[in-house]
């Protein structure tokens, strides 16, 4: 890390589950009866386009009065550390940008962004009480909730910016995720095959574990802040 010109990190689920985010997946995810993966696509959305704003109106509430924690913290200052710091997340919650880290790549999208459905443009909506629902668009289309859906693909350039900071770091850290979701799940091995050096974050064991240079068995929020000021 001392020598290091070139940083790149992968966040996941467990780095925004420490400032109380919850993963919207299985029991934990469920609303009026339906699971995350019965809404989140863009069949549900063309089906019933009020129905999905409800759910995600529901957790733009949940989400809103919660705070970056230690671990998002340690993130904004090892940026400042380094020539070149990329920072890819596959968190929708916009928590990294609250905390003050600038250069974020979101695989999966934002979830207090919005899109037009005709013309594509992306806004920024922080409004947790929508005054209409579905919102529509100045041009008098649907907006649609600025998020990758299951069955869509993420968005090229994201996706290539992402590849690219894997495959010209010097270290990865990859703090969080359970390395389990494409395309996010192969980029340690992208960037272990480039020369980099690998650091997990993590309190459990994951898929990649057994392929990392360094495991650091812990949350983020406590082994973040010990890596930055080590």
Known sequence: MR??????????AGVSAESGVPTFRGEEGLWRNF???????????????????EWYGWRRKLIAPLKPNPGHSALVDMEKKYQRFVLITQNVDGLHAKAGSKNILELHGNIWHTRCTVEGMV?????????EIPPLCECGAMLRPHIVWFGESLEPEILKGAMDACRNCDVMIV???????????????IASDAGAFIIEVNPDRTLITGEVDA???GKSGDVLPLLLNA
């Open 123 to 131: 806004k920024e909506n922080l409004e947790t009480e929508l005054k």
């Open 35 to 53: 699971r995350a993966e019965e809404l989140a696509t863009p069949e549900a959305f063309y089906n019933d386009p009020k129905l999905v704003w």
């Open 215 to 217: 495991h650091l068995h």
């Open 3 to 12: 020598s290091a010109k070139r940083v790149t990190v992968l966040t996941g």
């Open 175 to 189: 703090a969080g995720t359970s390395a389990v979701v494409q395309p996010a799940a192969s980029m340690a091995g």
